[in-house]
């Protein structure tokens, strides 16, 4: 049983009294015990509020910042205070009670989720910040899935618990619905609405009649419950009446918070400081620490291992965001995983293998930055001036023979031309976009090989507006914008084979190459190793697999009816087709190419011969084998009020959309997923904020590509041609 007659809740100066935190501060002296947290959620919720409110608390700086008023400390970016809301990650750090917190703000629209995924990789603790009023919204979800994929503890924050109206119980139950019965409060609001002024704690507060609609003794129950899962001893224990001290208890809590078995659950009002003090206690006391979630290292042969998370190990950082500051040139965030990193220490880039040293380590306190001679484990830091540095590469202070794994970051499917609106801005336009997309990394920047148009890709439309406004206000660089085409890709539907013979003779010597070749579709998802294999391929004797494409060139030749010395060619006279398209100019994947016969001349032949009779080839049997198109389809999701739910519906069909679910959720909304051709939804963003007067708001993300419709593809085919 638990001794429930010493508080769970300790007093400030006996914070550190347990034997879990006793130890590390013993093993890490003289370096501050640290935690590391990131701010989540929507938009608008009070994220940046509620860390200016934990800087000021923690005596960092002698006022609350205000985004509104443009006097914030995290939002640093004159592009921020014109916006009044937060458009790209911050760090800060403050001390309390013998911790050092580092804290990371990150924007809340899923427009930027580029600049929320790396500070979420770079931290064991996310603090998802919910709306009171408007509950769980798009973004919600999507910063709850990166933490899940990311192993991270969670911890929820309902903001704005003053507002009217404001109920409370029946937020935990939609919470619970939505991310587990796990999630569990440690406080209870003294009242609900515009009454509501103080916290009360589950894990020791009496409660009076007033709030019945809470059984505490239950909660308290459940919450003890899931931290009793990390131990079975503890557990059995429990179950036979036995006592658990209170640093066992409190030992266990941490345990359940870092492996997802529970996830604390807080009512705060950031504006008005209510239940932050309590908020900071409890996640003082029982968030994990820098070595308590556990990661993952990547062998040289591709093998994952844990890594031990302390300052004596080799050093092992990872790059999670990068910042182009105009007064300090290039930043290089890093966190320190294991070891330590000085400034004298020769550097390795795990993905180029190349040695750097840093000239300086800073201390990154929003916008200030302070030079430092030592990072170590736990800490989050920038290095300055190291241009080949890029967000997710692993640093090491040996030959790089392990790495972290790859920050995974949704591929941006909103896509513009873009042309320079001068002579001027023409020569500034490569390095001005080259310097944004550095910083950000779900903005891409390619070039159409066959319109040689330069081609922007973003999150959203409002995503790459706001990138044109950062070229134009930063970089002093004028663009001009249309819609490029939609990257559709084609295939084949049946297998042909057949032959190609390329002969000319222009006096003297000539050119010959025959070649004969099977194309097929392939399947999608194959393993290589147990699909190329004699039985299907007879005279099997190399295959070359690309997973991206999907695609497969087999050699089968016998008998030496083709000379080796021809094979590279024939192989890049079809890479050429397959890049150019047949039948719309789009690039072709999904099929298997095999050669497997041909002839040549002894004096005629060469590679050139060899190359054009493989493309023409090709090109014949492609166009006999079914070509289809086929179309990048989207994956939607779309939080609308309930009053236009039924024109958000209508709307996705006549668009090609297949609806998939229709959620309601709380304060009159619906979250409405679907499935949906890209050509579809180009210029969604100014069509749903029409149809909803602004309150709908939506993500997408690739989900696959499909064959355009018969009629569609026609259309497509004749408009390419043209």
């Known amino acids: ?15 550190l009294e347990n034997s879990y935190e006793r130890r590390q501060l013993e093993h890490s002296t003289p370096k501050i015990p640290t935690k590391n947290l990131v701010l989540v959620g929507h938009g608008h919720v009070g994220k940046t509020t509620l860390g200016e409110l934990l800087l000021f608390k923690s005596g960092v700086t002698k006022k609350v910042g205000s985004v509104d008023q443009g006097t914030s400390t995290l939002d640093v970016d004159d592009e921020e205070r014109r916006h009044h809301f937060t458009l790209f990650s911050h760090t800060a750090h403050f001390d309390f009670q013998g911790l050092r917190i580092n804290l990371l703000d990150t924007p809340g629209y899923p427009d930027f989720l580029g600049q929320v995924i790396g500070p979420m990789a770079a931290v064991e ?32 924050l309902i903001n704005k618990c003053d507002v009217e109206n404001m109920d409370y119980a029946s937020m935990i139950q939609t919470v619970q619905a939505q991310f587990g019965s796990q999630c569990l409060p440690l406080v209870i609001p003294n009242a609900t609405g515009i009454s509501f002024r103080s916290v009360i704690d589950v894990l020791d507060g009496a409660v009076d009649g007033e709030h019945a609609q809470f059984d505490i003794e239950s909660i308290r129950h459940q919450i003890i419950d899931c931290a009793l899962e990390t131990d079975d001893d503890l557990m059995t224990r429990y179950l036979n009446d036995d006592l658990i001290s209170q640093n066992e208890l409190h030992d266990a809590i941490v345990s359940a918070i870092a492996q997802g078995l529970l996830t604390p659950i807080f009512c705060v009002s950031a504006k008005n400081d209510v239940g932050v003090d309590e908020f900071l206690q409890a996640f003082s006391r029982f968030a994990p ?37 105009p007064f300090v040139s290039r930043l290089s965030y890093l966190r320190i995983y294991a070891g330590r990193l000085t400034k004298d220490t020769l550097l390795y880039d795990a993905r180029t293998g190349q040695s750097f040293k840093p000239t300086q380590i800073v201390d990154v306190q929003g916008s200030t930055y302070e030079p430092i001679s030592e990072a170590r484990a736990g800490d989050i830091v920038a290095i300055v001036k190291v241009d080949d540095l890029q967000i997710g590469d692993t640093i090491t202070d040996r030959p790089p023979h392990s790495s972290l794994p790859p920050i995974s970051y949704p591929e941006p499917m909103i896509r513009l031309a873009v042309e320079p609106k001068s002579r001027a801005d023409q020569q500034k336009i490569s390095n001005s976009l080259h310097k944004i997309e550095q910083e950000d990394p779900t903005f891409v920047v390619s070039r159409d090989e066959q319109t040689h148009e330069i081609v922007i890709s973003g999150m959203s ?93 087999v050699d089968r030749v016998s008998g030496g009816s083709i000379p080796n010395q021809y094979l590279p060619a024939i192989e890049k006279g079809v890479e050429e087709k397959l890049a150019e398209g047949v ?82 959720e709380i304060g009159g909304y619906h979250l409405v997923t679907a499935s949906v051709p890209l050509s579809g939804v180009m210029t969604y963003s100014r069509i749903l904020s029409g149809m909803t007067g602004g309150r709908g708001s939506y993500t997408l993300e690739l989900s696959h590509y499909e064959p355009v419709p018969l009629q569609e593809q026609k259309r497509i085919i004749k408009g390419e041609r043209a």
């Open 1 to 15: 049983m638990i001794n429930s007659q010493s508080s769970i809740a300790e007093s400030n100066g006996t914070r």
């Open 125 to 156: 603790n996310a603090v998802v910040v919910i709306d009171a009023h408007k509950g769980i919204e798009v973004n919600t979800r999507k910063v709850w899935q990166v933490a899940e994929r990311l192993h991270l503890a969670r911890w929820i």
């Open 289 to 325: 620490h820098v070595g308590q979630i556990n990661r993952h290292g990547v062998s040289e042969q591709g093998e994952d291992f844990l890594l031990t998370l302390n300052d004596d190990e080799p050093l092992m950082a990872q790059v999670f965001k990068t910042r182009i500051d």
């Open 461 to 553: 439309e409002y995503h790459l507006s706001l990138v044109e406004e950062r070229l134009r206000e930063r970089e002093k660089v004028g663009i001009v914008t249309h819609l490029p085409k939609i990257p559709y890709h084609e295939t084949l539907s049946v297998s042909v084979e057949g032959s190609y013979r390329h002969k000319k003779q222009s006096g003297g010597s000539g050119q010959f190459a025959e070649v004969h070749m099977k194309i097929s579709p392939l399947p999608v998802g194959i393993e290589p190793s147990s699909y190329f294999h004699h039985e299907r391929f007879p005279h099997l004797r190399r295959y070359e697999y690309d997973p991206q494409r999907n695609y497969a060139f």
């Open 583 to 664: 039948v719309a100019g789009c690039p072709i994947q999904d099929l298997c190419v095999e050669v497997y016969f041909g002839k040549d001349h002894p004096v005629d032949s060469n590679e050139a011969a060899f190359r054009i009779a493989a493309r023409n080839c090709f090109k014949e049997l492609f166009e006999a084998a079914g070509p289809m198109l086929l179309e990048p389809i989207v994956r939607i999701e779309i939080l609308v009020p309930d009053e236009y739910l039924g024109e958000i519906s209508g709307d996705l069909n006549s668009r090609r959309g297949r609806i998939e679910k229709m959620l309601p």
